[in-house]
């Protein structure tokens, strides 16, 4: 969904270069491939066993330190893409972090965002109780909401030119960043346990008077010994 709100600005803007960066074992190039084959212009993926067992806080260090060293080779990035939270921890930390670490304005749960042209994003961001417009100049990063676009498909050419693009593999010794900021070390917090949720049976539905409701309410919880 980040992809697609950065793409969509580059199909109109003639200047624009989406670099996609991620943090992750090798296998991860495959996705990297996928962006291209969408319509981005280059992948990095940053994999080395030093940043194994990041949390949240040392994901982000990595990340930025990552893309500093992109700012360092090519110039300062106007936009910073990132998606709303991943789909294990559920988090939604490691984007507003980054923004953090980077000293930039941040608009995270974007559902949708319009361009002036020059440096100016009028955004509308998701809030718990309805919408929010927000007005921000770049450089900036967003977080995207899935709700708020549909990710194009891989194009036939795309997939084809992908592989003429080797994705470029960063280790830790290509980035500048303290080793006791990322990996196991870096991290402050810790994955005690991790379970699949319990399945709840069906409910009951009952189509009653308010006083026999709460008779039938009083009994459940009685036969549950919760009163």
């Known amino acids: 969904n980040a992809l697609e709100e950065a793409l969509k600005i580059k199909d109109k803007y003639d200047d624009v270069t989406v670099t996609v960066i991620s943090m992750g074992p090798p296998q991860a190039q495959d996705l990297l491939f996928e962006c291209i084959a969408m319509g981005a212009d280059e ?3 940053i994999s080395d066993r030093a940043v194994g067992g990041s949390d949240t806080w040392a994901t982000s260090n990595t990340l930025e330190a990552a893309i500093k060293k992109w700012e360092k080779e090519n110039g300062p990035a106007d936009l910073i893409f990132a998606g709303r939270q991943a789909i294990d921890g559920d988090t939604a930390q490691v984007g507003p972090q980054i923004a953090e670490h980077l000293d930039l304005p941040q608009v995270t749960y974007v559902e949708s965002l319009t361009f ?13 109780d309805g919408y929010q417009m927000v ?3 770049t450089p900036c990063v967003f977080t995207a909401l899935a709700s708020g676009v549909k990710p194009r498909y891989m194009s036939v050419r795309g997939i084809v030119e992908a592989y003429n693009h080797p994705i470029e593999t960063w280790t830790y010794n290509d980035i500048t960043v303290d080793d006791q900021k990322i990996g196991l070390n870096g991290s402050p917090t810790r994955v005690f346990k991790s379970f699949t949720k319990g399945v709840k049976a069906a ?3 009952y189509e009653v008077d308010p006083a026999e409701a709460v008779d039938i309410i009083i009994s459940k919880l009685k036969e549950k010994f919760i009163i």
């Open 43 to 45: 992948g990095i993926l």
């Open 116 to 128: 002036d042209g020059n440096k100016t994003f009028t955004v509308k961001k998701s809030m718990e």
């Open 135 to 137: 007005q921000v100049d």
């Open 203 to 205: 409910g009951q539905i």
